[in-house]
């Protein structure tokens, strides 16, 4: 009999990147408060705020890039940003739009 080689599931990651340049440069959208907010309300095994080194959400500049080693849907990310909106009152100016596969834009 041959020797069984070990097979390693893959690590897959799920990258999405979140576009605020318009809204953040017209004044109306604060990025800082909305990773913050990300930080607080993204579920993990069910839990709120139990993020780990399971989902990491980074902030440079007018981008917010969320990663997450465990799966992760992008709809999930739209439904929070748009409870994001209507909590701040910008849900009447403000949509979120999905470009491609990876990609949101305010």
Do not use: C
Not at 25 to 35: K, L, T, V, Y
């Amino acid at each position: 009999m041959a020797p069984q080689k070990d097979k390693k599931p893959k690590k897959s990651t799920w990258k999405f990147n979140l576009d605020l340049t318009h809204p953040v440069e017209d004044g109306i959208f604060d990025s800082g408060n909305f990773e913050q907010f990300l930080q607080e309300k993204v579920k993990v095994n069910g839990k709120t705020g139990n993020l780990g080194n399971v989902v990491h959400i980074e902030r440079f500049k007018n981008n917010i890039t969320v990663v997450s080693e465990k799966q992760f849907s992008k709809r999930y990310l739209k439904y929070l940003t748009k409870k994001y909106l209507k909590k701040n009152n910008l849900r009447d100016w403000l949509w979120v739009v999905d470009e491609d596969e990876s990609e949101m834009e305010d």
